[in-house]
């Protein structure tokens, strides 16, 4: 009997797949795909590629500091140490894509929108001095500025990739509070 039933399983199941699958003629996309990007427009995402590992390795030390919060002080200072040296190597990668930047390349509000993200990765690549000289000294203090910073450019490079039609992926890095 068990043998009756997998064998029908198994008909069924290659039968199914015989089925020729009919497309969906009716449906039409609302918007035409964005056309493909320029060389220069490459060369920008190129540039903003390289400047996010700069900005995850920032994201990086946030949380170090952030996990490191409520313990003792030695704790505190190793966190403040590793966002330190955090800080001068990812101004490295920003400053390194910068340069690539250009946000001529885009047209209308696009360039607005690109203009803005410029303008925070230029803030942060400031702001990393700061962040490496008063790190290891006052930890909480320089994850508040930088964390006001990594949000005004988190929501730059929102507007942008939704204005250039790419996915907006949710920031992964985001702590959850615990209750």
């Known amino acids: 009997m068990r043998c009756l039933v997998v064998l ?8 199914g797949a015989q089925t020729p699958q009919v497309p969906d003629s009716a449906r039409h996309e609302s918007t035409p795909p964005p056309p493909p990007p320029s060389p220069e427009q490459k060369r920008f995402m190129n ?14 030390g ?9 313990r003792d002080t030695a704790t505190q200072r190793l966190a403040g140490r590793r966002l330190s040296g955090l800080c001068g ?10 340069p690539q930047m250009s946000p001529t390349v885009y047209e209308d509000s696009v360039q607005l929108k690109a203009k803005r ?8 690549i400031k702001y990393t001095t700061t962040c490496e000289d008063s790190a290891t000294v006052a930890p909480a203090a320089t994850v508040l500025g930088l964390g006001k910073r990594m949000k005004s450019y988190d929501a730059a490079l929102r ?3 939704l204005a ?7 920031d992964t890095t985001k702590t959850t509070r615990r209750p």
């Open 8 to 15: 029908l399983c198994c008909a069924a199941i290659s039968l």
């Open 89 to 98: 190597s990812s101004r490295a990668f920003m400053k390194r894509g910068r």
């Open 47 to 60: 540039g903003l590629r390289t400047a996010t590992r700069g900005i995850a390795q920032l994201k990086d």
């Open 117 to 124: 993200l410029v303008t925070q990765v230029d803030s942060l």
């Open 62 to 70: 946030l949380s170090r500091v952030s996990r490191a919060g409520g």
């Open 164 to 170: 250039i039609g790419l996915p907006v992926k949710e």
């Open 159 to 161: 507007d942008f990739r």
